[in-house]
């Protein structure tokens, strides 16, 4: 109300802004409204809604996530933003941006952590196999800081 009484004064938008402490886009979008509908158009419409689901749909959303990706036809058991952008909008007939998704999983208590129930395809011995046979074969071994018949570097090669 104090930037309608402002505009009725007659003070320029970046004088409002400056006094006002807010940026000129915001009161520019407050002159345009109030230049439509007077005062009455620059009255709170209320809080902003904190999220597109209702309570009602964030707890049914809960349930679905809790269920797993391979409930709804993923291959493995875990969740990405993405999908669960698709699941929102396959379910409720509502698009999230990323960020939203991201913003709405940590309203409900979800996180990117690591899930504390092991996967139902963990295998334990194939898990003991890789870590003797693959892992030691996969890294590789420092090489020698003494090299014989010449330089370490690549682009120099030693005497000879």
Request: hydrophobic residues 40%; without cysteine.
């Amino acid at each position: 109300m104090r930037a309608a009484d402002l505009f009725e004064q007659g003070m320029r938008q970046s004088k409002v802004a400056e006094a006002l402490g807010v940026t000129p886009q915001a009161v520019s979008l407050w002159r345009r409204a109030w230049a439509e509908g007077g005062r009455q158009a620059l009255l709170s419409k209320g809080p902003g809604g904190s999220s597109y689901l209702t309570a009602g749909q964030e707890g049914e959303l809960d349930g679905l996530l809790r269920a797993g990706p391979a409930a709804y036809g993923w291959d493995d058991q875990r969740w990405t933003l993405a999908r669960v952008g698709v699941l929102i909008e396959e379910r409720f007939q509502v698009r999230y941006e990323i960020s939203g998704v991201w913003r709405l999983l940590d309203r409900l208590g979800w996180s990117w952590q690591v899930p504390r129930v092991r996967a139902v395809e963990r295998n334990e011995e194939e898990i003991a196999a890789w870590r003797t046979e693959t892992w030691p074969a996969a890294s590789h071994p420092r090489r020698s800081s003494r090299v014989e018949g010449g330089s370490a570097s690549r682009t120099k090669p030693g005497p000879g």
